[in-house]
């Protein structure tokens, strides 16, 4: 499928809610199988990605009900109630199910297999395997690092004491669920801080996750406690609309209902040093994450160097970033961010290939881009089949000279699955053509 979306001439507007947090909504069906006892959940995103963690889920006995407006009931089986999936795990285009699901099956008594699609299965793994392995887990990646994941069954795990080489919430997370499986107490030291969800749920589960500065500790055996979760909606999918009312907004726009996690907001950071003005009203917090309604007033930006102790928290928005950057007056400079080259495409060559077909002059680093902002042409461009490349030139459409089309549009339902609609409530002239 492809989009075709025409710049904007009345601007675009309104207040929007879009849909459930992707890493929060995987955790939520993660830790609920596991509990004891029956967990509601309201505001799961029902996109591909998180619908292939319920299908795992399912395959290994938990029963869930099916989502409808994002509620659902998951029955937890307790610690030990999973039972070994008939077939092989099929995750689709998720690295969060995988890598995730990897650490949660690395210390059951059955064995099981995960494979993805074709993005997915080009994506690094030893990053999980090799710590997992010496926790005395049986897994085995594909020759080239890659998938699938073959895990075999083991008597137990143990405890370790850990330095993330790189920093990874889906790593960390992983080890996190594999310690609750593991003799003795396992902690983590990150090497600058990622997306705490995992350890907040848990606290929110009843189960003790001891945080330090940048050291995450947890013993294994306890028992997760089935607790009601309220799911924020996406600061990674409103992260678009945030950009498109900075450029192309006729007036202020709201995002409601916004999950603003201190480890998710480096874009809202940056973007406000470039000269946006975005304000946080309604603050809350609703299951032990920060939410807010975010109130954006169109604004004229200006290019800046991207602190690189932003890039971690900022790491899944660096494609809308990059689009900013473009109409914004003067260079941006990303750097520090060589982990884009492993997300569902390798996003420094998406962004850097697609940005210069729109006539943006961008000069492309190992680890990162710097791009001169100006004057984006109409054109076509290709999204490399994911999700988060697709949406960011939707927005680039929006103040460019005539239309502008982005091919392999399939995938943005992994993520944001009523993306046109919510898109077409906003004032966006958005089509899709097979
Ligand atoms: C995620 C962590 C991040 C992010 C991904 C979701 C998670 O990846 O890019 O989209 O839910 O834990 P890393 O673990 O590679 O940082």
């Keep these: 499928m492809h989009f075709r979306v025409s710049p904007s001439r009345r601007g675009v507007r309104g207040s929007i809610r879009v849909p459930g947090d ?8 993660i830790l609920a199988a596991i509990a004891v006892g029956s967990t509601r959940i309201r505001g799961l995103l029902e996109g591909d990605d998180v619908l292939a963690t319920l299908r795992a889920i399912q395959a290994m006995g938990v029963t869930a009900t099916s989502p409808c407006d994002g509620k659902m009931t998951v029955e937890g089986v307790g610690l030990r109630g999973l039972k070994a999936p008939r077939e092989a795990l099929d995750l689709g285009n998720s690295g969060t199910a995988m890598r995730l699901l990897a650490g949660l099956l690395a210390g059951q008594s059955f064995g099981a297999e995960l494979v993805g699609d074709e993005s997915l ?10 710590p997992l392995q010496r926790m005395g887990a049986l897994v085995k990646t594909a020759s080239g690092g890659t998938p699938p994941i073959v895990i075999q069954p083991v008597a137990g795990l143990r405890a370790i004491e850990y330095r993330l080489p790189i920093a990874s919430a889906q790593v960390k997370s992983a080890l996190l669920l594999a310690a609750l499986y593991a003799k003795g107490r396992t902690c983590i030291e990150e090497p600058s801080p990622t997306r705490d969800h995992t350890e907040r749920m848990l606290e929110g589960f009843g189960y003790a996750c001891e945080r ?8 294994g055996g306890g028992k997760l406690h089935a607790s009601d979760v309220d799911i924020p909606a996406d600061v990674s999918s409103a992260a678009f609309f945030v950009v498109a009312a900075l450029l192309a907004g006729s007036e202020q726009m709201c995002m409601r209902h916004v999950g603003t996690n201190p480890t998710r907001t480096g874009l809202l950071e940056i973007l406000r040093r470039m000269g946006a003005r975005i304000e946080e009203q309604n603050r809350r917090t609703i299951c032990g994450e920060p939410v807010a309604d975010l109130m ?3 604004s004229t930006l200006h290019g800046i160097e991207v602190p690189t102790a932003l890039v971690p928290l900022a790491i899944d928005e660096i494609p809308i970033l990059c689009v900013a950057a473009a109409h914004a007056s003067g260079r941006s400079v990303i750097r520090g961010a ?4 492993h997300k569902e495409s390798d996003r420094i060559v998406a962004m850097v290939t697609g940005l210069r077909k729109l006539g943006i002059a961008v000069e492309e680093y190992a680890d990162g881009l710097a791009i001169q902002g100006g004057h984006i042409g109409a054109g076509t461009v290709d999204s490399f089949a994911d999700h988060r490349v697709a949406m960011a030139f939707c927005m680039a459409a929006l103040t460019a000279d005539g239309p502008v089309t982005i091919r392999d549009c399939d995938n943005v339902s992994t993520s944001f699955p009523n993306f046109l609609e919510v898109a077409r409530s906003a004032g966006m002239g958005i089509d899709a053509r097979e």
């Excluded at 299965?121 to 090799?130: D, Y």
């Design 22 to 29: 992707k890493s929060i909504s995987h955790r939520a069906l």
């Design 121 to 130: 299965s080009t994506r690094p793994m030893l990053r999980v395997a090799q």
């Design 212 to 219: 330090t500065g940048n050291r995450i500790c947890l013993s």
């Design 296 to 298: 954006v007033t169109p």
């Design 338 to 341: 060589e982990e884009l080259r």
